[in-house]
């Protein structure tokens, strides 16, 4: 049977402490309420004879939960025990979590001691929290960076002393995996009264390898790993919890433990995180990025869309995402395109998909990616053209406020290229009279509107116009990034409609002409 690790958090202390996430009492409440539905074992709530502030939401936090062990942290010294325990004393399951520095670079430059003395204040210092608490965790702060025979005696002397769970933190994030894991390894073949300890890992992610650090060390034996929400905490921060407990579920059978934590809960979670720190997660963060269940290259996508395992090794489901997505762009395949429709409430038949294909691929070239709002509004565009109308092959305008505007059309009809320019009023009034130029069509415009189709600098507008040719009105909509070849291409779409019906026009007379000779031979 599989073993249980145990999910220590400690967004509200490590994650917490670091630049940019701190939190006020009632946002530390709210997300300690949610670490409890995201069901860790241990919340770290806090340092609390480091402020008042801290002390009272630490306090507030235990008295709140109940399910979720609520440690307090304290140096080893008396009076941060005492005040640690005063504030989580009330708590349902509280737990004092004393540490110092081992490692003699520590000892050397900061804490200015002797091994010896470190190893008697830890002694001192977890039997007194011993003598207040049942459950006493100790942590040597840079164990990773101590001396393998140092570490194994201060374990032992704190073990000696009534810790409970014994933490072994690479405080500076200078571990690599196999070395990590290799000390834990090494502390449970020389302290053989480990064995009725919980053993912890605690990593910082400062070389980019905090999780993996994690994982190493759980694969030699340690079954509490300490880490933070999105990953946040001092300088690179701590081990990200939702990529630990994603890997273990994922990798269950490779890792061989389990953990109890509520996956589904993950993501709001992370978003609560987010909204309360006002610290953004990365685009492309494992498990809860933007990015993390978005597809968008073509051959992904359609992948997705057969069988979500091709590209998807979790389901977004599993880490409380509604759902994957598929990110429209330029990579993005008529597969895809299809679907979304079909989710918009548009099933299209396959010209149909075609020309929202072609529109779209134009599209996906001049902005990175098509919403929905852009989706709908390309349907209607182009519905009627044939190959007898003329296509905007260029258009070229120079304006300002002190030129007369100029625009240069380049049009194509069937296999024929036409190119003209001429000045008007402004740059869409000098492309629509170079138009004419070249088509010999003029018309009136009696209605011109622009709007946005959806948001932001890119938004894609779309262009109305109604023109009077020929005494009749013709109606033209076309959908771009760009302004004026949005309205260039709505009054070309009018225009080629008049072009239509005037031909279809031509073609009646015609056949009346061709049907006229029978009859005058008749009546004469
Ligand atoms: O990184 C570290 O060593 C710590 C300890 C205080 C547990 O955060
Ligand atoms: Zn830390």
Redesign the pocket.
Known sequence: MADRVMIFD?TL??GEQSPGCSMNVEEKLRMARQLERLEVDVMEAGFPVASQGDFEAVKRIAGTVERVTVAA?CRAVAQDIDRGWEAIRDAKHPRI?V?I?TSDIHLVHKLKRTRAEVLHDTITAVAHARSLCRDVEF?C???SRTDIAYLCEVIEAALGAGATVI?L????GYAVPEEYGAMFREVRARVPALGKAVLSA?C?NDLGLAVANTLAAVANGVRQV?CTVNGI??RAG?AALEEIAVAIRTRRERLGVFCAVNTEEIYRSSRLLSTLTGMAVQRNKAVVGANAFAHEAGIHQDGILKSAITYEIMTPQSVGIKHSTLVLGKHSGRHALKQRYAELGYALTKEELDRAYAEFTHLADQKKEIVDEELIALLDVGVEANAEDYHLLGLHVSTGTSIRPTATIELQKGGRKFVDSATGDGPVDAACKAIERITGMSGELTEYSLKAVSSGVDAVGEAFVRVVFDGIQYNGRAVSTDVIAGSVKAYLEAMNRAVRSRRRKDERENAVHAAAPAEEVRSS
């Open positions: 400690t202390r490590d942290l979590h540490f520095a942590s702060e840079d164990a933490n933190p690479d405080t500076v605690h910082h300490e905490g001092e701590n």
